[in-house]
């Protein structure tokens, strides 16, 4: 059985009739030359792990996103900026007192640990499913990838010696390329996020100082 890539097969200049009667012709005539293109088929064996381990890549984006959407709402609310790793604890006492900015916090890191638990879950599994091969052990040497993601980029790529040699762009390039940008946009992010605060902070501060100052003004003039 062959899996065609359909966006890799040219298509003849001169066909005058395009159905699936005549793709079928075209196709097989492609094959007889072995000129095909065709994708690769994954193992069936280790296809659900793979699927797993990308659905656990999109719960870890929906967490992050959680994660900053609170930190930046603590920035705006107090001026304090709060690590993300103080946030991440199920022992962190809201600054704020019960009112709806606290609310919109608290649904937010309820959020957060909901998504985190499933992640959690996902990674458990896997880990007692496949282990690490000797040819994707070099990705770890990468900062910021563990075994987990390792993992990911071993069942995204498949058999690694289907690949002649680098070529073009596989999904492991791809992969990794994209959590490298991710991580770069992220703390952009953070900083602008943070340096408003901070900024907002200080712009509230001096207002307080100088209406306490108008007010002492006031005082000593009476």
């Given at each position: ?6 966006a ?37 064996e ?5 699927d797993?381990?990308?659905r ?9 996103s959680?994660l ?5 709402q603590?920035w ?5 900026p ?9 022992t ?5 007192p ?8 608290q649904?937010?890191?309820s ?7 499933e992640?959690?879950?996902?990674e ?7 282990k690490?091969?000797?040819?994707f ?10 075994t ?16 002649a ?35 907002k902070?200080?712009?509230q ?8 100052g108008?007010?002492d003004?006031?005082?000593?003039s009476?």
């Amino acid at each position: 059985m062959h899996l065609v890539n359909t966006a890799a097969v040219k298509q003849y200049d001169g066909l005058k009739y395009s159905n699936d009667q005549h793709n079928v012709f075209w196709l097989a005539h492609l094959m007889r030359l072995g000129i095909l293109p065709t994708g690769y088929i994954y193992p069936k064996e280790q296809r659900a792990v793979r699927d797993l381990l990308r659905r656990r890549l999109s719960l870890v984006h929906i967490a992050s996103s959680q994660l900053i959407s609170v930190q930046s709402q603590l920035w705006r609310s107090t001026g304090v900026p709060i690590a993300t790793n103080e946030l991440k604890k199920t022992t962190f006492q809201m600054p704020l007192p019960e009112d709806f900015t606290s609310l919109t916090i608290q649904a937010g890191l309820s959020v957060y640990q909901a998504v985190q638990q499933e992640i959690n879950q996902i990674e458990h599994v896997v880990y007692n499913a496949v282990k690490l091969s000797d040819e994707f052990k070099l990705t770890q040497t990468t900062t910021g990838i563990g075994t987990i993601l390792g993992l990911t980029i071993m069942l995204g790529t498949g058999d690694i010696h289907r690949f002649a040699g680098p070529g073009n762009p596989t999904w492991m390039e791809e992969l990794l390329w994209k959590i490298w940008t991710i991580r770069i946009k992220a703390s952009v992010i953070l900083s602008e996020r943070k340096t408003r605060a901070l900024g907002k902070a200080k712009i509230q501060t001096i207002e307080n100082r100088a209406s306490r100052g108008t007010l002492d003004n006031r005082v000593s003039s009476t």
